[in-house]
């Protein structure tokens, strides 16, 4: 069905779409988490008519824009990957995918362009309600251009409403409300749309805090601090909670992801969860992943050589079984069309049968070595539990901010403006090592235990690809320069007086 592929050609197709997507993560999380704090801003305008709240969120709107614009072009980009670089993943599964791609493009983006116009060029034309309303519609727009795009990645790392159409060789949708709606996507939509907003809160934090280090703007910089330390704890609390949420499913439905984020190669019962090294909290791993502090956690090992008994009662298979089973579905998929070919009815019949007994083992059919399940342990490991422990410090920070604001020496403590302002880099680095973790440890699968990344490559030339990395590399960078460098002008202008 799907041809050999050329591995170096793979991983440097696999390095372009990690390069597109990581440049791109870097102005998404600020664009939804401005989003909301200048909402805020313009929202307390609106209820108290005082000026200074219209002028703070101009501010916020300008710097919104600014990233806005950039990350764009950087997500149109990432899209048009899946048909160049990765056709046979967009022919295999395109009616599925394409679906929240399609209604992210028509209803969430068109809804941005709409209102993001008024809200910059609408302040002395419109009414206060209207503009306000455009802003919080913006903001809004691209929360639900996130949640189709999180749809579409939570489908990849948990199929479901689909059926495989032996006629077309492709996956069909069968139920859209299970797609758009599923457990994994409602709770990595809650988790990364939340962790933008701690994100976006940090970023206005230490601005305002470079004010008050630059003795600039005092009202503006502590107003826009307590707005943002109030929305940063907030986020930062749900998307913890979320987060433990998510460790369960992850262990529900990608037992080798979690393996992999705790080095856990030969697991148990009533495992323990590691901090680092020997650092170890009793039974916690267990919890975590079954909701019982004795319950079994499969490390690495044990996935691979199968026997232990799964959640429903089964026992599960060794991969080496899937494997089999995955080959027997793919030569009963080659017999079918031969057979429709021929016309042979009866043949077509039994071959549909066999596929549909070992469909759920397709995608090992394309696996040549059980280890190549296994993705970067040292990777995930430590990318996770970087997540995990800015996301501590970050609460611990927002509380700290908030404390001062309440006893009145926001702008005063000199030494938790340098804080603020370095914290900056340790949002982007929180954010990216989070989708590290997602990315990365679902690999080597392109779509969670049914296709396989090199079945879902395109066969293209090497060079060629390895061309189009160095020119978005090139062209990304030159982007992402120009706009710090916009960003860091606006900045030293500082808010303008409103007209």
């Known amino acids: 069905m799907f041809e050999s592929i050329d591995t170096s050609m793979i991983d440097w197709s696999r390095a372009q779409f990690a390069l597109t997507a990581m440049y791109h993560w870097l102005f998404v999380p600020l664009t939804l988490g401005l989003a909301v704090i200048m909402g805020v801003m313009e929202t307390l305008y609106v209820i108290t008519g005082n000026e200074f709240w219209k002028r703070t969120a101009k501010f916020w709107i300008k710097l919104f824009g600014i990233n806005f614009a950039v990350g764009v072009a950087t997500g149109l980009i990432l899209e048009f990957q899946f048909g160049t670089n990765w056709s046979n993943y967009s022919w295999f599964v395109g009616d599925i995918f394409g679906a929240p791609l399609a209604i992210e493009g028509i209803l969430a983006f068109f809804m941005e362009a709409t209102f993001v116009a008024v809200m910059f060029f609408g302040w002395n034309k419109v009414g206060k309600k209207f503009h306000l309303a455009s802003t919080w519609l913006t903001g809004l727009g691209a929360t639900i251009s996130a949640w189709w795009i999180l749809v579409a990645n939570s489908w990849m790392q948990y199929p479901v409403g689909m059926e495989f159409n032996p006629d077309t060789v492709r996956n069909e949708m069968i139920d859209f409300m299970a797609v758009a709606f599923s457990p994994v996507a ?19 934090i230490g601005v305002s805090a470079w004010y008050l280090i630059r003795k600039r703007e005092k009202e503006f910089a502590v107003g826009s ?65 079954t909701h019982d502090l004795d319950g079994y956690v499969p490390g690495i ?33 080659a017999d079918f069309r031969q057979a429709k070919q021929e016309g042979g009815e009866a043949k077509m019949m039994a071959s549909q049968k066999v596929i549909e007994e070992n469909m759920p083992y397709f995608g090992y059919g394309y696996i040549q070595d059980p280890n190549s399940l296994v993705p970067n342990v040292w990777m995930l490991f430590w990318a996770f539990r970087v997540m995990v422990g800015l996301g501590m410090y970050f609460i611990l920070f927002f509380i700290v901010i908030l404390f001062l604001a309440r006893k009145h020496k926001l702008s005063k403590v000199t030494w938790l403006h340098w804080v603020a302002l370095w914290s900056i880099p340790l949002a982007y680095i929180a954010s990216q090592a989070g989708w590290i973790v997602a990315e990365m440890g679902r690999q080597p699968w392109a779509i969670q235990d049914l296709l396989p990344l090199n079945a879902a490559v395109s066969n293209l030339q090497t060079g060629s690809v390895q061309t189009t990395f160095f020119i978005f590399l090139i062209m990304f960078t030159v982007l992402l320069i120009a706009e710090i460098g916009i960003m860091v002008k606006a900045i030293k202008k500082g808010p303008e007086e409103s007209k």
């Open 225 to 289: 601090m307590k707005i943002a330390a109030w929305v940063g704890l907030f986020a930062a609390l749900v998307t913890a909670g979320t987060g433990d949420k998510s460790a369960y499913q992850v262990a529900q439905v990608q037992p080798m992801k979690l393996a992999a984020m705790e080095a856990l190669y030969d697991g148990g019962t009533a495992e323990p969860l590691t901090i680092v090294g020997n650092i170890k909290i009793p039974k916690m791993l267990s919890y975590l992943a």
């Open 186 to 204: 409602v709770m990595k939509f809650l988790h990364t749309v939340l962790s933008c907003w701690m994100l976006g809160a940090v970023f206005v």
């Open 301 to 333: 090992n044990n996935i691979l050589l199968g026997g232990y008994t799964l959640p429903d009662g089964s026992k599960a298979l060794p991969v080496i079984e899937k494997m089999n089973r995955g080959k027997k579905a793919i030569a009963a998929l």
